[in-house]
T-cell receptor, first 115, second 116 residues
Framework: KQEVTQIPAALSVPEGENLVLNCSFT??????LQWFRQDPGKGLTSLLL?????REQTSGRLNASLDKSSGRSTLYIAASQPGDSATYLC??????????????FGKGTHLIIQP | ETGVTQTPRHLVMGMTNKKSLKCEQH?????MYWYKQSAKKPLELMFV???????ENNSVPSRFSPECPNSSHLFLHLHTLQPEDSALYLC???????????????FGPGTRLLVL
């Protein structure tokens, strides 16, 4: 059974710092890996999606990398801002052929950027 | 309305009540999903519907009963719930099922459920 672990569970840093969030997964047979952002009282917003054949994706100040063989992904946030404060979720897509085409999520990293 | 909407946003119910959660997607997608997000646990997939047919029931107790009358609407009917069922229930949609490797899911804001 696929398991996704995110480290750290919580992180608080001053504004302007660069930071790295980590995600690991136990089954390397994934189709893609996604990073989501969840704000309080709101649903999830997709930030970056990395297909299994890709190594990284970038969007603005965000960069996500994927090492499928080692079961790891990192989300790099450059020049953090208070508006980046949220819970960041990592999720992998595994299609078993018999169904279960939903995402397997980690518990998330709760990020606070101090002004 | 755009994206994925869910109603109600908050719900308090007793263990003997019957209630329903509603999800509507305005994206023209063919697949819809119910997820459960409990405190300190990862999001758990509950049900998947593709073109109004249930394609996945992830070992969910029968006190949760989904319904998908058309590709734009998804319901979760609740009856005789337990306090441990208190959680955030999220609905999502995607263009197709199964999805391509480049396709994401779009999530609604969730219904915060409290069972007393």
């Amino acid at each position: 059974k696929q398991e996704v672990t995110q480290i750290p569970a919580a992180l608080s840093v001053p504004e302007g710092e660069n930071l790295v969030l980590n995600c690991s997964f136990t089954d390397s047979a994934i189709y893609n890996l996604q990073w989501f952002r969840q704000d309080p009282g709101k649903g999830l917003t997709s930030l970056l999606l990395i297909q299994s054949s890709q190594r990284e994706q970038t969007s603005g100040r965000l960069n996500a990398s994927l090492d499928k063989s080692s079961g790891r992904s990192t989300l790099y946030i450059a020049a953090s801002q208070p508006g980046d404060s949220a819970t960041y979720l990592c999720a992998v897509l595994v299609y078993s052929g018999g169904g279960a085409d939903g995402l397997t999520f980690g518990k998330g990293t709760h990020l606070i950027i101090q002004p | 309305e755009t994206g994925v909407t869910q109603t109600p946003r908050h719900l308090v119910m007793g263990m003997t009540n019957k209630k329903s959660l509603k999800c509507e997607q305005h994206l023209g997608h063919n697949a819809m999903y119910w997820y459960k997000q409990s405190a300190k646990k990862p999001l758990e997939l509950m049900f998947v519907y593709s073109l109004e047919e249930r394609v996945e029931n992830n070992s969910v107790p029968s006190r949760f009963s989904p319904e998908c009358p058309n590709s734009s609407h998804l319901f979760l009917h609740l009856h005789t719930l337990q306090p441990e069922d208190s959680a955030l229930y999220l609905c999502a949609s995607s263009q197709d099922f199964p999805r391509s490797v480049s396709e994401t899911q779009y999530f609604g804001p969730g219904t915060r459920l409290l069972v007393l």
